[in-house]
Each structure stands twice: as structure tokens, then as C-alpha cells.
């Protein structure tokens, strides 16, 4: 049997005498910088940065660098066999795809996406605790998966993951431990942005019926602390979690769930004392395998050994959580040895983003929102360049703008009536001022 590199090696040169070419670039470079393109400035923060100055990141590749195959040869490759067990099933290859969160910002849907690759290849998908689909809707896509579990301040969440994940037919759980507290992300921070904060990645948090139950805390609470600030830009995020909350967009904008969803998840997502004793009690809780993913150092290695997990994954998060943290390719040698062949060892963070001196930001694009029409470029300050810039400076000044969408008054009010409390759409009429409330 031909090997799968090596048949898509032939197919490509084969298509290539007619003149086709390959819509997925075959260099790791130009497919980054492609798809880099195609993110919005806030997207590409997000998934190309890291910690810090970003200083684990560039320690990830370089640890790889530093590493050399010498080849050996006469050895018969005719036929090779990648396959390898693990936790009861036979894998075509020893890869698993590790768990990514608010791919939403990549793209809607992307999670389905990223499953139905993964099940044609038969490699495993780790669901992601931050996916912007249900672990339910992914699993049944039909290949192998596992679930990363974020151990959230409520228990009784948690065990509502597990028990869900169990159902859903994950073969494993995977435990995070290195993001109790959010990574210092410069990128992030300099815009602003993270995504959770706009309803994006916490789908498993809004179909699960405890965190509903908390969200209903939430609401029920007394309100504290001074209204937000009504500004063109607040009333985009809510417009914007309102879209990304499950259900139709006019009921939710009516509603005061989604935002109230986004509070309560800021609040219960991430538990900083999580603790080995916090450890001891997860055996108890589920039949799965359970996976520690973080560990770096060997004495930690040895004591979730000790703990009776059934494997570790040796990772720094990519570089997204402490800066100058050891690379995970120089860690894993050490992790290794501290357990043996107590429990299976996996590696994670490897293929961290490419940095470069002339890449110091997002990748070089027009600063235009896709459909947006092209500006004519006569000299600055002049004729229709300027009554183009001033257009457009008064439309994004308008709240309640859709992505390639127009103002909507009715809507615009519903936003900051929901934003602040204050009455504004009268039932059944919508975007008129009336009796009833919005958002209280």
C-alpha cells in the first residue's frame, strides 16, 4: 500500500501536468502567511501570540532546531507502519490534534471543521473546553475524541464536563493545569480583545445545564459596581455576543441571558488554587483515562504518576501562558526518564508561530473590511479619498452595525437598552419605544 505522504505527493505532480496547483500551500511559510491574511487583526493576536515578549514561543522552535535527523539507508521503507496504541485503540499515527479554543474567530463552525478532518484521517480531536460548538454536536461527527477539561471554580460544573464527555463517547479527559490564571498577552491586551469576553469560545459553558443554573445566580443577584459606559463600541460587543449566544438574534437581544453568560463565565472559568488534593478526587468522578497536560518538571511527572493519572503531556501552552518557560521539546527527555514506563508521555508545543525581525505584527494586509469597496486613491486630504475616509469614519461611528451591514435604529435602541437596563423596546413592537424592559 502506497504510503498517504507519497500518494499525495503523486496526485499533486500528476494534476499539475493539466495546471493544476494545490489550493493548500505545501510550505509551512506561505500556508501561515495565507491564513494570517485571511484572520481580522483580532483573530491573529489572538492565535499567533504569546506570553511576554513571546521569548517561550521562539524557545519551542529553536529547541526543535537544535535537534538533527541523520538519516540511515538499505533499510527496506517499502512499507511502513505508523500505527500505535493507545488507551484501547489503534491510531494510524502518533498524533493526536490538541485542543484549540474560540477557533470561532477563525472561522464560524470551525470546530465541525477541524472533527471531520480529523475523523477522515482517523486522528484523534482533543474538544476543546473553549470550543465554540458543544462537545455533543463534535463527537458526532464520528471520529475518535478526547475532552480537555479547564477546571472551573464550581465543582459541580466540572463534573457536569465529565459526565457529558463520557456520554459523548470521548475517549479520554485531558486536564489543563498551566492557565489557572490567564497568560500576559501583549498582543491581546494591546487591542483590547479576548474573545470569551464576547461570547466566543464558551459554548460548552452555554449548552450545559448547571452553568444555565448559574447564570440564573447571576441574574437573580443585585446589581453592583457603576452601569457600563454607553459608547458606539460597547454596543458592537453586546450586538456581538448577542450573535454568538445560542438561539435567534432578536430574542437574544431582548434577552439579558447572553451577556449575563459572559459575566458568569469570566467569573467560574479558571480555579487559581486548584491543587494536587483537587487532583485526588478526579478518579472518583470518572472511568475515563485521565491525562495531565502541563507538566514540565520531572518531580511533577513522577507525583501525577504517583497520583495513578494514565499519562502526561509534556507542554508550555505554546508559549501563551509564562514567558521564558522551558521549551517543551528540551523538558520532555527529563519527563521521560522521571516516569519510565509507568504511564505514556505525549508532546505538545512544538510548532509554535513563526517570528521573524519584519514580523512584527499581523500579517501585512489593507486595513478594509472584507466587502468594503475600494477607495479611489487620489493624494491624501483630497477629493474622494478624503469624502471616502469621512464616510466611513461616520458609518463605523454608528452602533449596531452588522459585518457588511447596515443601521438599524430599532436595533441600536434594544443594544443600549440592553447594555444599561434602561426600558426601551415595548413588546412585540420592535425598536419602538414603549413599556417593558430590555436587558433587566
Known amino acids: 500500500m502506497t504510503a498517504p505522504g507519497r500518494a499525495r505527493q503523486e496526485r499533486i505532480y500528476r494534476e499539475g501536468v493539466a ?20 484572520m481580522s487583526r483580532r483573530a491573529d493576536a ?62 464560524r463552525g470551525a470546530d465541525l471543521a477541524v472533527a471531520r478532518g480529523a475523523a477522515a484521517a482517523g486522528v484523534p480531536m482533543v474538544i476543546s473546553n473553549q470550543a465554540g460548538t458543544p462537545m455533543e454536536d463534535i463527537a458526532a461527527v464520528g471520529g475518535p475524541t478526547w475532552f480537555q477539561l479547564y477546571w472551573s471554580t464550581s465543582d459541580e460544573l466540572v463534573d457536569s464536563f465529565l459526565r457529558r464527555a463520557e456520554a459523548s463517547g470521548c475517549d479520554a479527559v485531558v486536564v489543563t493545569l498551566d492557565t489557572t490564571m490567564l497568560g500576559w498577552r501583549p498582543r491581546d491586551l494591546d487591542l483590547g480583545h479576548l474573545p470569551f469576553a464576547r461570547g466566543i469560545g464558551i459554548a460548552q459553558y452555554t449548552s450545559d445545564p448547571v452553568f444555565r443554573g448559574l447564570v440564573e445566580q447571576t441574574l437573580a443577584a443585585p446589581s453592583t459596581g457603576a452601569p457600563p459606559k454607553v459608547t458606539p463600541q460597547a454596543v458592537r460587543t453586546l450586538l456581538e455576543i ?68 494514565d499519562g502526561v503531556v509534556v507542554s508550555n501552552h505554546g508559549g501563551r501562558q509564562i514567558d521564558h518557560a522551558v521549551a517543551s521539546l528540551d523538558a520532555l527527555p527529563g519527563v521521560v526518564d522521571a516516569v519510565g514506563d509507568a504511564l505514556p508521555v505525549l508532546l505538545d508545543s ?4 513563526r517570528r521573524r525581525r519584519r514580523d512584527r505584527g499581523p500579517a501585512r494586509r489593507p486595513r478594509r473590511a472584507a ?23 461616520r458609518r463605523r461611528a454608528r452602533p449596531g452595525l452588522r459585518a457588511g451591514g447596515g443601521h438599524h435604529p430599532g436595533r441600536d435602541r434594544a443594544a ?7 426600558p426601551a423596546v415595548r413588546s412585540g413592537a420592535p425598536g419602538r419605544p414603549g413599556r417593558g424592559t430590555v436587558g433587566s
Open 19 to 38: 495546471g493544476a496547483r494545490p489550493r493548500v500551500p505545501a510550505g509551512p511559510d506561505e500556508l501561515e502567511r495565507r491564513g494570517r491574511r485571511a
Open 46 to 107: 489572538y492565535v499567533t501570540g504569546g506570553a511576554g515578549a513571546e521569548t517561550t514561543m521562539r524557545a519551542n522552535r529553536a529547541a526543535f532546531a537544535r535537534r538533527e535527523i541523520v538519516p540511515r539507508v538499505l533499510r527496506d521503507v517499502g512499507e511502513r507502519d505508523l500505527t500505535v496504541e493507545l488507551f484501547g485503540r489503534t491510531l494510524p499515527a502518533p498524533l493526536l490534534l490538541a485542543p484549540i479554543g474560540a477557533l470561532d474567530l477563525v472561522r
Open 242 to 309: 448577542t450573535r454568538n449566544a445560542p438561539g435567534r438574534f432578536r430574542d437574544n437581544l431582548r434577552s439579558p441571558v447572553p451577556r449575563a453568560a459572559v459575566e458568569t463565565f469570566l467569573r467560574v472559568y479558571s480555579r487559581p488554587r486548584l491543587s494536587w488534593e483537587d487532583l485526588a478526587t478526579l478518579r472518583s468522578r470518572i472511568r475515563l483515562p485521565i491525562l495531565l497536560k502541563g507538566v514540565l518538571h520531572p518531580d511533577d511527572a513522577r507525583r501525577a504518576a504517583d497520583a495513578g493519572v
Open 350 to 353: 512544538g510548532g509554535a508561530h
Open 371 to 393: 466587502g468594503a469597496p475600494v477607495r479611489a486613491r487620489t493624494r491624501p486630504g483630497r477629493g474622494p479619498w478624503r469624502r471616502a475616509g469621512a464616510a466611513e469614519r
Open 416 to 422: 443600549r437598552a440592553s447594555l444599561t437596563g434602561h
